[in-house]
Antibody, heavy 126, light 111 residues
Framework: EAQLVESGGGVVRPGGSLRLSCAASGFKFDDYGMSWVRQGPGKGLEWVAGINWNGGGTSYEDSVKGRFTISRDNAKNSVYLQMNSLRAEDTALYHC???????????????????WGQGTLVTVSS | DVVMTQSPLSLPVTLGQPASISCKSSQSLVYSDGNTYLNWFQQRPGQSPRRLIYKVSDRDSGVPDRFSGSGSGTDFTLKISRVEAEDVGVYYCMQGTHWPGTFGQGTKVEF
């Protein structure tokens, strides 16, 4: 059974940094693109970033571009999200999800994401 | 970005009765390969979302056949033929055709 387990969330001041990690198991990790999706308090779901199977292609939602960096280590079956210059509006539960890829030079979500990790909570507050 | 609009946002249901959720997109979701990438997710209380249906009407493995998806272009529907207790939660539609993939606001299904 495919599983994703996130870690690294916490409380950070505005302008601070955090690095989220996601450990994958139960599937051939380097066959899949991976993404991060966040869910703000009382808010819906928002795709944040995606990375293709070999890390050669990444894509970001506009509000995090230049501040967040997604990466992966296929030898460790892991994907990461480095978050810098954090803002209050970045406060959310961050889910690691399997899915997405590049098509014609554009990140393509296609059939969406499955499975989802349980999420790691990021709180940005002074 | 493509805006996904769900209705209703709150859906009172009755055990054993049918239920239906509408999802409308601000642009056609037909992709250049001919497929329509409209997906549905269920989020039970205290749990992470899970995908129920992809490409409008294909059910994920293990999803009961009381769940069905339909629609085309910009108008889509998720139907539950007979609601069971385990179906309470929030349901989201999501389009994967256009960058970035976007979700609806969610529909809360409750008794």
């Amino acid at each position: 059974e495919a599983q994703l387990v996130e870690s690294g969330g916490g409380v950070v001041r505005p302008g601070g940094s955090l690095r989220l990690s996601c450990a994958a198991s139960g599937f051939k990790f380097d066959d899949y693109g991976m993404s991060w999706v966040r869910q703000g308090p009382g808010k819906g779901l928002e795709w944040v970033a995606g990375i293709n199977w070999n890390g050669g292609g990444t894509s970001y939602e506009d509000s995090v571009k230049g501040r967040f960096t997604i990466s992966r280590d296929n030898a460790k079956n892991s994907v990461y999200l480095q978050m810098n210059s954090l803002r209050a509006e970045d406060t959310a539960l961050y889910h690691c999800v399997r899915g997405g890829d590049y098509r014609n030079g554009i990140w393509f979500s296609g059939v969406g994401y499955d499975p989802w990790g349980q999420g790691t909570l990021v709180t940005v507050s002074s | 970005d493509v805006v996904m609009t769900q209705s209703p946002l709150s859906l009172p249901v009755t055990l054993g009765q049918p239920a239906s959720i509408s999802c409308k997109s601000s642009q056609s979701l037909v992709y250049s390969d001919g497929n329509t990438y409209l997906n549905w997710f269920q989020q039970r209380p205290g749990q992470s979302p899970r995908r129920l249906i992809y490409k409008v009407s294909d059910r994920d493995s293990g999803v009961p056949d009381r769940f069905s998806g339909s629609g085309s272009g910009t108008d889509f529907t998720l139907k539950i033929s007979r609601v069971e207790a385990e179906d309470v939660g929030v349901y989201y539609c999501m389009q994967g055709t256009h960058w970035p993939g976007t979700f609806g606001q969610g529909t809360k299904v409750e008794f």
